[in-house]
């Protein structure tokens, strides 16, 4: 039974949908508050760089370096982030142009390819890994063995993270003031909320859950380094951000049916079905853009649409 | 520190602005290159030798400015009137895959035509995908950010689908190792386009295609009925509105010819360089998201976008030639991505004042 397809599928869907739940979070905080990242991609390959190195050169037990790693891919994530931040919040950049540029910068023909083979670190198996959490019986369990219990701690993190955020956002005087610099930051700014503060904060927050995010492909997926590891995950993870309407819960189903698109053309060759992966891996985007479209009318883009002052500096004397 | 907007922007600052901010990325470059210990000055030499003075580099650069000449210009012609089309990369394959097309079909006609074949072909392919966005954002006011990024991957799926995973016209299935390593049918002869050169400079038609584009889309925006409306729906679309002009088409018709630029580029690629669809090739070549940075650099300028085509496909041209054990991978994104940075953040002094009162 768990060898049948609708589970191998969604298991397989949960571990690949794992980074983007990540990288979508982050997005998701990084543009409530008004501020768009194109840079994800170049922020979760370092992200994956970083995590890669402290795993190769740090001694001690697995969960303690493995901890080590996250938080470093965190912080590289963040790093980057706040170049991004510095320039479109700062500066007042042009958002698209700047997220753009630190996908270059940082992509992968830039400083994560750089730093990857500067640190010699290509062609290399992870000396430690995520694995899976529970013990085999209970991943025996039927259907909810292999998709519940046959995860490893990055993916259980992340429901938590999808919880924490949901309820940050929702709930808390923090979350509401977030909301608002998003939506009205002039509004905001007369409330006596620090725009410029939140926007940097939830950029970099952004930034280090993208980290994150590239470190679960060089960690757990594929753990080993090869440049652009993450092959455009971060672009799917900002669709994915449309695609939940910038809702937290939202990312983690989006996620996870994105990953299940990627999982399911392999799952279903291993079942004799040949079909053309490239031609179902489209669907997820087509999807996207019928969701977008769906969405745009005016009624419902207040209700579920992108926050209002997204891709807009603000600039107190100017409006 | 107060930051006031400039009522006027001085000419001169326009020109030292871009100057300076390169001058300031290139000493971030020799930072980066010196804290990972290589010697700043040595690589930036051996980079611009490579780029431009050494035997046949100046060839090399043209070929890698061209495509991004072409989707440059298409980022430009869009983001003039605050269009984020930002698709030129799946133009770019889209055309490539009608030019390719084209120019297989004609096989056996007279060259000329079959250049003019394509190049209409490629124009299309990317004037057709562009107007996907453009349509759901005329009509259904969609983002078009993210319809047209979306479709990027569609089209490169489409690609690979063509190459990889079908038999389809444009797959070469002739011989055992054509099946066992898929790759696209090869262009014929009379397809290859044309290329003059002088002084041992070669200069390919896609390459002066692309300047005679960068030249129209001059005219066209500074000398046009057209492109004075593009510019005022650009700055305020009501205004636009009120003033009687027809938005929804302006946004159609400014796309498309977004497209249609970026899809040359895509026929240019097979015609000029590769003469075969190569999904994995055009991928990591990733032009259409350069040919943004290209366009923002030179300011939506038609021909500062030629000039910064060609330094960034210089630099991108030396990476290749470069790429060894002693010469850091990646090297030359990290620089493309400071330049930009740096202009971007030079644009500030450009638009405000910055002044120092305690």
Same mark, same amino acid.
């Given at each position: ?129 995520? +694995? ?91 753990? +080993? ?5 993450? +092959? ?88 | ?18 100057v300076v901010s390169i001058a300031v990325a290139l000493v971030l470059s020799g930072v980066v290159l010196f ?34 000449i072409f989707t440059g210009l298409a980022a430009a012609v869009a983001f003039r009137m605050n269009l984020f ?119 390919? *038609? ?75 090739? *055009? ?64 644009? *500030? ?10």
């Amino acid at each position: 039974m768990n060898n049948s397809l609708v589970v191998v599928v969604l298991a397989s869907g949960v571990l690949y949908g794992t980074p983007l739940l990540y990288a979508a979070l982050g997005e998701v905080l990084a543009e409530r508050s008004g501020v768009l990242n194109l840079g994800v991609e170049g922020m979760m390959l370092m992200g994956a760089v970083m995590g890669f190195w402290t795993v190769e050169r740090m001694a001690g037990p697995t969960p303690l370096v493995l901890a080590a790693a996250i938080g470093v891919a965190a912080l590289a994530g963040a790093v980057m982030a706040a170049i991004h931040a510095f320039l479109v919040i700062t500066l007042r950049a042009n958002q698209i142009v700047s997220g753009l540029a630190l996908t270059i910068f940082a992509g992968a023909a830039g400083l994560s390819s750089y730093l990857g083979n500067d640190l010699n670190l290509a062609g290399k198996p992870a000396k430690h890994q995520f +694995q899976e959490v529970f013990p085999t019986s209970w991943q025996d369990l039927p259907v909810i063995g292999p998709i519940v219990f046959g995860q490893s701690a990055l993916v259980y993190a992340s429901w938590v993270c999808v919880a924490l955020v949901a309820l940050y956002l929702t709930r808390t005087r923090l979350g509401l003031n977030l909301r608002a610099v998003g939506e009205s930051p002039a509004a905001a700014d007369a409330m006596g909320v620090n725009v410029s503060r939140y926007r940097y904060a939830h950029t970099l927050v952004g930034g280090a859950f993208a980290g994150v995010g590239g470190a679960a492909f060089s960690l757990s997926i594929t753990p +080993q380094w090869v440049d652009g590891l993450t +092959q455009g995950a971060g672009w799917i993870a900002i669709a994915l951000v449309i695609f939940a309407f910038w809702r937290p819960t939202l990312c983690l189903l989006g996620a996870y049916f994105f990953g299940a698109f990627t999982a399911l053309p392999f799952a279903l060759q291993g079942h004799g079905v040949t079909v053309a992966p490239e031609l179902f891996q489209t669907l997820p985007y087509v999807a996207t853009i019928v969701a977008l479209v769906l969405v745009s009318s005016r009624a419902a883009r207040l209700r579920f649409g992108a926050p209002a002052a997204l891709g807009l500096p603000y600039v107190r004397e100017e409006r | 520190m107060r930051i006031e907007r400039r009522l006027r922007q001085p000419w001169w600052l326009t020109v030292v602005v871009p100057v300076v901010s390169i001058a300031v990325a290139l000493v971030l470059s020799g930072v980066v290159l010196f804290l990972t210990g290589h010697p700043p000055l040595k690589s930036f030499r051996r980079i611009i030798d490579a780029a431009f003075i050494a035997n046949g580099a100046l060839t090399e650069t043209i070929i890698s400015a061209t495509p991004l000449i072409f989707t440059g210009l298409a980022a430009a012609v869009a983001f003039r009137m605050n269009l984020f089309n930002i698709g030129g990369e799946g133009q770019l394959y889209s055309g490539a895959i009608t030019g390719a097309a084209v120019g297989l079909l004609m096989a056996g006609s007279p060259s000329p035509l079959i250049f003019v074949g394509m190049i209409v072909a490629g124009a299309a392919g990317g004037a057709l995908l562009a107007s996907i966005p453009a349509l759901l954002r005329a009509f259904f006011s969609t983002n078009e950010i993210i319809t047209s990024l979306m479709l990027n991957y569609v089209v490169a799926l489409v690609l690979e689908y063509l190459i990889f995973d079908s038999h389809s016209y444009l797959r070469d299935t002739s011989g055992f190792e054509a099946n066992v390593f898929p790759q696209g049918k090869t262009l014929p002869d009379e397809a290859t386009w044309s290329s003059w050169t002088i002084h041992g400079l070669v200069l390919p *038609l896609g390459f002066l295609v692309a300047l005679a584009v960068a030249v129209f889309v001059w005219v066209l925006y500074s000398r046009t009925r057209f492109g004075f409306e593009v510019q005022v729906i650009g700055d305020s679309t009501r205004a636009g509105r009120y003033a009687g002009m027809r938005t929804r088409r302006k946004i159609v018709a400014v796309m498309c010819l977004s497209g249609a630029i970026a899809g040359i580029g895509g026929a240019s690629q097979m015609g000029d360089f590769r003469h075969q669809l190569d999904p994995r090739g *055009l991928r990591d070549a990733s032009y259409g998201y350069t040919g943004i940075v290209v366009a923002a650099l030179a300011r939506y300028n038609p021909f500062a976008v030629v000039l910064v085509a060609l330094l960034i496909g210089g630099l991108t041209n030396a990476g290749f030639t470069l790429q060894g054990a002693d010469f850091p991978a990646g090297l030359v994104g990290v620089m493309q991505g400071l330049i930009l940075f740096c202009a971007l953040g030079g644009e *500030l002094f450009v638009r405000y004042r910055v002044r120092f009162a305690w």
